[in-house]
């Protein structure tokens, strides 16, 4: 028997029954190390059905229908309390699972923490609407819950991907099935053993790993299922659409980018690099922001260019847990094999590697999926590099001539998630602002969040806004309730 057959197997929540099953189990396997973390029980397609059935029971009862919004306010303050007592927890096994350096798992494990007591307020303090009556009659919208809503969450950033999913679809009033990617299981099933301490009824949260092509078809197929939220690839993103459009069901949308990060000649040059930095490389460029295309004004190129060679050069990449390690592996080995292939594409295409585009020397990264962190010049705007999202610490350097150049350059993708610009001139940053086609405009700083502030894509990144107060509302449905004034229409 195969030292990886005795790793211990997790099993999978539904209702408040752990669920082990042994056929077709998952490996979680450490991107750092190449050794198996552990084995995750993977939901069928029946064990998909117990699950909705479950959560369409949990979100029906009274004990979950009829919380006032207070109480169900404090449930979720409740997992946040526990959310931070597990922190290290948490933050551990999201770091041997996608290989986040310890440092950012830990400030992913607050982040989290802090949007469960986001929506915990917003549920206690969200109110409905009085809206102008046209005759003799009080109209008023009421907003109920779909029911069971369907999450299905990426790899890179598990602990908040899943907590701006969950904790509004939650405060909403519904029951959630959580679909974890099955490279990153078990930060859901943790967080979920949190939620049933804090006082979740049963079946309100369930979790359900497995492969996207088994479980997550079942699961967006399934009747019951009254809403879908996705994060992930836009390929993925636009078969789910598709699933939804026929069952007629709403669905939100959180796809890919391809960001535009944007340096003028009058710009702080060193405080914009630094953001350039932290926006492609923080996370090993596993992000859906990440400012993968640096656009250059022209008068400025060579200065730019020197100075963020030599600060990818001197980037850090370790082992997660070491100390004072500033990026660690990407997220598994055939990713790694599709970040070089796009690489390789780019060195075919005349593209000029200025750092990076390897894997590291040394004993230390050999059984991991490391990768250098990797800048790229010399390339069209046309590029397969420039055009495809490589989700990797990869960024390619455009120059640009003047704002007019440089937002046609910008807007010739597909993608619209995100984007930064850095001047001096204000005039200038609105201006170039507004005519960029992406869901959020960084000015003088990159990467900056908030889960008060609502966030999704414009084109093909994505459909719907998370976060925020409206991040309530996506989970949710309006009704119209008219109350008649007229006295003639009442008993005598």
């Not at 197997?9 to 750092?32: C, F, H, T, Y």
Request: aromatic share 6%; glycine share 10%.
């Amino acid at each position: 028997m195969s030292a990886s057959s005795l790793a211990e197997l997790k099993p999978m929540l539904i209702g408040d029954q752990w669920v082990a099953r042994e056929d077709d189990a998952l490996e979680s396997i450490n991107p750092a190390t190449g050794a198996v973390n552990y084995r995750v029980s993977v939901a069928d397609a029946a064990l998909v059905d117990r699950a909705v059935a479950t959560a369409r029971a949990a979100a029906a009862s009274k004990a979950w229908r009829d919380m006032l919004p207070h109480a169900r306010a404090q449930v979720l303050g409740r997992i946040s309390d526990g959310i931070r007592a597990h922190s290290d927890e948490l933050a551990r096994l999201q770091m041997i699972e996608n290989g986040k350096v310890w440092s950012e798992c830990r400030a992913q494990v607050a982040s989290a923490a802090a949007t469960y007591r986001y929506y915990a307020a917003v549920c206690e303090t969200l109110g409905a609407e009085v809206t102008p009556s046209r005759g003799d009659y009080l109209s008023m919208t009421a907003y109920e819950p779909y029911g069971v809503v369907a999450a299905i969450t990426p790899w890179n950033s598990p602990m908040t991907m899943e907590a701006q999913k969950i904790a509004p679809a939650l405060a909403a009033g519904n029951a959630v099935v959580l679909k974890p990617s099955e490279i990153t299981p078990a930060v859901g099933l943790a967080v979920a053993r949190i939620a049933l301490e804090a006082g979740l009824p049963p079946g309100i949260l369930n979790v359900l790993p497995g492969t996207g092509a088994g479980t997550g078809k079942a699961l967006i197929h399934h009747p019951d299922v009254r809403m879908i939220s996705f994060t992930g690839g836009t390929i993925t993103g636009r078969n789910i659409a598709a699933v939804a459009a026929q069952r007629l069901i709403p669905v939100a949308l959180e796809l890919g980018g391809k960001s535009p990060h944007i340096i003028f000649g009058d710009a702080n040059l060193q405080a914009a690099v630094d953001g350039v930095v932290d926006g492609i490389f923080e996370g090993s460029g596993q992000s859906c922001v990440a400012g993968s295309r640096l656009f250059v004004q022209r008068n400025v190129l060579e200065q730019v260019v020197e100075m963020l060679v030599a600060r990818a050069n001197s980037i850090r990449v370790d082992l997660p847990d070491a100390e004072g390690a500033q990026m660690g592996p990407v997220a598994g080995f055939r990713h790694r094999e599709r970040i070089e292939s796009l690489v390789a594409s780019a060195r075919q295409e005349k593209g000029e590697i200025l750092a990076g585009g390897r894997r590291p020397d040394g004993d230390r990264f050999a059984q991991g999926s490391f990768y250098l962190p990797t800048v790229i010049a010399g390339l069209s705007n046309q590029a397969t590099a420039v055009r495809e999202e490589i989700f990797g610490p990869v960024v390619c350097v455009l120059p640009f001539d003047d704002e007019d150049d440089l937002v046609a350059q910008a807007n010739d993708t597909v993608f619209g998630l995100a984007s930064g610009v850095w001047t001096a001139n204000y005039q200038r940053a609105w201006r170039v602002a507004r005519a960029l086609e992406a869901g959020v405009v960084w000015i003088n700083t990159y990467k900056q969040l908030s889960i008060a502030t609502p966030f999704g894509g414009f084109k093909e990144s994505g459909i719907g806004r998370e976060k925020g107060v409206t991040g309530v509302r996506l989970y949710q449905q309006s009704k119209g309730i008219y109350w008649s004034m007229n006295p003639a229409n009442l008993p005598e």
